[in-house]
């Protein structure tokens, strides 16, 4: 089975302090990405990465920024943290789906990171 | 642009009762249907999954059917357990394009009372 771990289940930084979220695969995955989960507002992409140092903007990349130096490994950096950012953290990936007809392209998520910001 | 509507939620059921969650969509090009599950506090699971029209994903006793015609894909479920409370999101992805091209639906919180 495909495993998705995020470092961290539980933060809580303050206001101003920079913050690591990481997220590993095990699968040899190509595509990353990052997701905030709000109530209300459902899953927002901050960023995905099609394969290793490569990176693309989501629709709410403000305030956020990203690593991708290992294939399987996919960082989300908050260079400075604020209370509007006090969210869950969803990591997933999958399968580069271009060339694989055989293959649906489903999202494998992690456990989610619930960060505070104080 | 690819679009997904979720029946608005908070749906409340009482135990072994019929459970219907709609899913329509719209989308350029062919996609695929999938189904996801997060319980309390965790991630997003795949529930169940739809590559092409008149496919049928079923899983856990939950079904929904790829209906191009309707461009719908409705999660049913016979009897849903108290087990069975989690929010639940339809999304689609259309294959061939870009990783951009991944999109879910709002959600729908679904809880089962003993």
């Known amino acids: 089975d495909v495993k998705v771990t995020q470092s961290s289940r539980y933060l809580v930084k303050r206001t101003g302090e920079k913050v690591f979220l990481e997220c590993v695969q095990d699968?040899?995955?190509?595509?990353m990405f990052w997701y905030r989960q709000d109530p209300g507002l459902g899953l927002r992409l901050i960023y995905f990465?099609?394969?290793?140092?490569?990176?693309e903007k989501g629709d709410i990349p403000e305030g956020y920024s990203v690593s991708r130096e290992k294939k399987e490994r996919f960082s989300l950096i908050l260079e400075s943290a604020s209370t509007n950012q006090t969210s869950m953290y969803l990591c997933?990936?999958?399968?580069?789906?271009?060339?694989?007809?055989?293959?649906?392209?489903?999202?494998?998520f992690g456990e989610g990171s619930r960060l505070t910001v104080l | 642009g690819d679009s997904v509507t979720q029946m608005e939620g908070p749906v409340t059921l009482s135990e072994e009762a019929f459970l219907t969650i709609n899913c329509t969509y719209t989308?350029?090009?062919?996609?695929?249907l999938f189904w996801y599950v997060q319980y309390p506090g965790e991630g997003l699971q795949l529930l169940l999954k739809?590559?092409?029209?008149?496919d049928k994903g079923s899983n856990k006793g939950f079904e929904a059917t790829y209906r191009k015609e309707t461009t719908s894909f409705h999660l049913e479920k016979g009897s849903v357990q108290v087990s069975d409370s989690a929010v639940y999101f339809c999304?689609?992805?259309?294959?061939?394009?870009?990783?951009?091209?991944?999109?879910f639906g709002s959600g729908t919180q679904l809880t089962v009372l003993p």
């Open positions: 997933a990936s999958r399968l580069l789906t271009s060339g694989r007809p055989s293959n649906t392209g489903e999202l494998f």
């Open positions: 699968m040899d995955h190509e595509n």
């Open positions: 990465s099609y394969d290793v140092k490569m990176k």
């Open positions: 989308a350029t090009g062919y996609p695929s």
């Open positions: 739809a590559t092409k029209a008149d």
């Open positions: 999304a689609l992805v259309i294959s061939s394009g870009s990783a951009r091209q991944l999109t």
